[in-house]
């Protein structure tokens, strides 16, 4: 017979041995389960070989996965000018984006390129032979309000008639959309912000002119975005060059030039900002439409053409599409879903709707033309959804310049 003493330490010896097991078998199936890094390296995307090397975003991971920002953007804007005589709108102006003003309105983020600046009086600095052919442009800064109540909530300041009266213009411009409670970039160290949906915000602005961020740097550029990245979760860049004119309607692969004067690489740049953190980038400078792309998840618009430009700027044909791009990123910026809205400017009234989709036709030829390998589907009503997935880069194929008649 068994001691009772021994039987009680063979017991006791059991439930100790039971719960070593027990505590093994529970380590063994926590080390098996994948931790939040090992899941987004097994998701990690492999469309570019800088995708290792870009900066991550400061992902507040309190966000949900399913919040979304709704981005909208048009090209060039200058509501009329006093100089160097009275070329205003009917009504004062009051009535020009009233035709789209309850589109813009409904973004998150609704944004646009002011070409001019705002004064009441002063000469210009841009040097002209002929003042009455002159493009040099000043609105009075009642207009600024106008802005705000069509929705926009963002200018771009970077283009080359920002200082048509000079330093002094510009940073009066500046001050007339901070009392309209609008946002700005473009001159060297001027970055708009937001705080919204539990998500920063930041939208920069570049060009290839005196003053702005630089765009023909590529080494700025590069290291300003990847700075912004790091302090924010959505990344925004504006750009404005190309060479203009509805001759430039194709994505030309190349450096480009407009009398003479640099106007930059649009396709090197726009990769360059999105390897270095950029999210979104909205084009224009041409005065026309162009194609856009979807590169490592991120989409471009190459030219948002003109918007809303009255008298002194050619609005004929294809120059007066004024294309309204609505797009839908997720909370890391990757493109969701979009639709270039179809709108048309009609003298002496601003932009309106145009039923017959101009705009959203002829972004969709030009972006099948300039990019046959793209990942982007764009429908005749100007609807923006991904075709499949591009692994590697996307290849930069030069457009057939085929005939635009069709959308003219």
Known sequence: ???????????????????????????????????????????????????????QHSAGLDIPPETTLNIMAVGDMMLGTDYPDYRLAPQDGKTLLSGVSYILSQADITFGNLEGTFGRDGVAEKACSDVRRCYVFRMPPRYAQYLKQAGFDVMSLANNHARDFGDSGRLLTMQTLDNAGIQHSGLMGDVAEWELKGLKVVLIAFAPFIGAHDFLDLDYVRKTIQDLAQTHDIVIVSFHAGAEGKEHTHVPFETEYFHDEN?????????????????????????VPRAVELYQKRIIAYSLGNFCTTLG?????????????????????????????????????????????????????????D?????????????????RQIKGKNIETKSDKSSLDSVK
């Open 313 to 369: 700027i050619n609005v004929a044909g294809i120059n007066g599409l004024a294309p309204i791009l609505s797009i839908n990123i997720d909370q890391k910026g990757h493109f969701k879903s979009g639709k270039i809205i179809s709108a048309q400017q009609r003298r002496p009234a601003g932009p309106q709707l145009d039923s017959q989709h101009r705009a959203a036709r002829l972004v969709k030829q030009l972006t099948h033309q």
């Open 371 to 387: 990019f046959p390998l793209g990942a982007l589907e764009i429908d005749t009503i100007g609807n923006i959804t991904v075709k």
């Open 1 to 55: 017979m068994i001691p009772s003493k021994f039987k009680q330490n063979l017991f006791q010896t059991s439930i100790i041995f039971s719960a070593m097991l027990l505590i093994l078998f529970i380590s063994a199936c926590t080390n098996m389960q994948p931790g939040l890094s090992d899941l987004e390296s097994s998701n990690q995307d492999p469309d570019s070989e800088a995708a290792n090397i870009a900066p």
């Open 263 to 287: 106007r930059g690489d649009v396709v090197l740049f726009a990769h360059t900002a999105i390897e270095a953190g950029a999210d979104v980038i909205l084009g224009h400078g041409p005065h």
